[in-house]
T-cell receptor, first 115, second 111 residues
């Protein structure tokens, strides 16, 4: 497809379980971003990848959150021992990743509900 | 602490009205300012502004940046119900490596 895709679109899990969210960026986009948006809140930056490396992990809210990217393409965001406050829409975005081409294109998001 | 503030947080208008949305920022390393429209889940890109005083325009939407006073405005003329959305302002702090978003302005356009 031409756009950023994310899976699953919805995920319901029980408190304490681990979840894995997937993002497929636009082909050729070297930069990839993860955000989350809690109900009624603005976007919260989580992590940024340039290629497979993440130079900026400052936004990850706790050590239960981790992310990886392989082959400069697909990325997974993992949340371990989920808590109810992790419930949010998790958005992924990608961009060409070089100066002057920072415009981000967003995926449809994964809505996570932790019961 | 870096922050992006948007006002108003919520706005209700009627079709045909003109609206002005505001975004002000305090960041230590400003590179550019971006506007997004969010209707359901995913924001869609509207404008990227890097220089003061140069208006970006797309149809009924336009935006301008003032780097001296640290703000930007987004104008929508002749509003339509399809303009109803949350409008997000974001500041790029490091050439695409680190963004901070404002809380958004929820615009409702009534028929």
């Amino acid at each position: 497809g031409a756009g950023v895709s994310q899976s699953p679109s919805n995920k319901v899990t029980e408190k304490g379980k681990d979840v894995e969210l997937r993002c497929d960026p636009i082909s050729g986009h070297t930069a990839l971003y993860w955000y989350r948006q809690s109900l009624g809140q603005g976007l919260e930056f989580l992590i940024y990848f340039q290629g497979n490396s993440a130079p900026d992990k400052s936004g990850l809210p706790s050590d239960r959150f981790s992310a990886e990217r392989t082959g400069g393409s697909v990325s997974t965001l993992t949340i371990q021992r989920t808590q109810q406050e992790d419930s949010a829409v998790y958005l992924c975005a990608s961009s060409l990743g070089f100066r002057g081409q920072e415009t981000q294109y967003f995926g449809p998001g994964t809505r996570l509900l932790v019961l | 602490e870096d922050k992006v503030v948007q006002s108003p947080l919520s706005l209700v208008v009627h079709e045909g009205d003109t609206v002005t949305l505001n975004c002000s920022y305090e960041v230590t390393n400003f590179r550019s300012l971006l506007w997004y429209k969010q209707e359901k889940k995913a924001p869609t890109f509207l404008f990227m502004l890097t220089s003061s005083g140069i208006e970006k325009k797309s149809g009924r939407l336009s935006s301008i940046l003032d780097k001296k006073e640290l703000f930007s405005i987004l104008n929508i003329t002749a509003t339509q119900t399809g303009d109803s959305a949350i409008y997000l302002c974001a500041v790029d702090r490091n050439y695409g490596q680190n963004f901070v978003f404002g809380p958004g302005t929820r615009l409702s356009v009534l028929p």
